[in-house]
T-cell receptor, first 116, second 113 residues
Framework: AQKITQTQPGMFVQEKEAVTLDCTYD???????LFWYKQPSSGEMIFLIY??????QNATEGRYSLNFQKARKSANLVISASQLGDSAMYFC?????????????FGKGTMLLVSP | NAGVTQTPKFQVLKTGQSMTLQCAQD?????MSWYRQDPGMGLRLIHY???????DQGEVPNGYNVSRSTTEDFPLRLLSAAPSQTSVYFC????????????FGPGTRLTVL
């Protein structure tokens, strides 16, 4: 079974609108972390936001927020007021502990296109 | 503070050739990892290290070898390149904090003919 599922291969949004990118995860580890990364066409991986499994509140970083629903095992990324520069591939990832070591598993990504 | 650096940026190999992808970090991070990125597959973990002298396999380790003799460096060796190893390779490092945010290098685009 996939540990991280991103069901939206591509999303379109108009500039200044909000958009939600979906991510569901599967783990039996009680202590885990969830990340979102952005990969623009230039190829670098840019960290956006982090949510720990014990965090009580949803994480926010500027225009990015993470809608964390632990019981549903979902960690959706919400981008408010989309900008043209938000056009990129977005990856959801999960950190787990395996035999005492931390590993990161990525979803397959969602391509976001922001139109004027 | 350069962060995570990778060399080369681009490389073309012939089937059967060997090469080493270099990765270095100057943040004194304990953890370092290698990922490969293929279209439609996201990033998949090849090997990782939790400190000098300690390495372990990830999801797709076959055909790759790693060692970690210093905290700063974590080279990835392709022993006998195959076309299936055509990919973009990312090196990443993270500290031992609870968040374990990974800092990525710029990537190496490898083509095996």
């Amino acid at each position: 079974a996939q540990k991280i599922t991103q069901t939206q291969p591509g999303m379109f949004v108009q500039e200044k609108e909000a958009v939600t990118l979906d991510c569901t995860y599967d783990t039996s580890d009680p202590s885990y972390g969830l990340f979102w990364y952005k990969q623009p066409s230039s190829g670098e991986m840019i960290f956006l936001i982090y949510q720990g499994s014990y965090d009580q509140q949803n994480a926010t970083e500027g225009r990015y927020s993470l809608n964390f629903q632990k019981a549903r095992k979902s960690a959706n990324l919400v981008i408010s007021a989309s900008q043209l520069g938000d056009s990129a591939m977005y990856f959801c990832a999960m950190r787990e502990w395996d035999s005492g070591y931390s590993t990161l598993t990525f979803g397959k990504g969602t391509m976001l296109l922001v139109s004027p | 503070n350069a962060g995570v650096t990778q060399t080369p940026k681009f490389q073309v190999l012939k089937t059967g050739q060997s090469m080493t992808l270099q990765c270095a970090q100057d943040m004194n991070h304990e953890y370092m990892s290698w990922y490969r990125q293929d279209p439609g597959m996201g990033l998949r973990l090849i090997h990782y290290s939790v400190g000098a002298g300690i390495t372990d396999q990830g999801e797709v380790p076959n055909g790759y070898n790693v060692s970690r003799s210093t905290t700063e460096d974590f080279p990835l060796r392709l022993l006998s390149a195959a076309p299936s190893q055509t990919s973009v390779y990312f090196c990443a490092s993270s500290s031992g904090t609870s968040r374990h945010e990974q800092f990525f290098g710029p990537g190496t685009r490898l083509t095996v003919l």
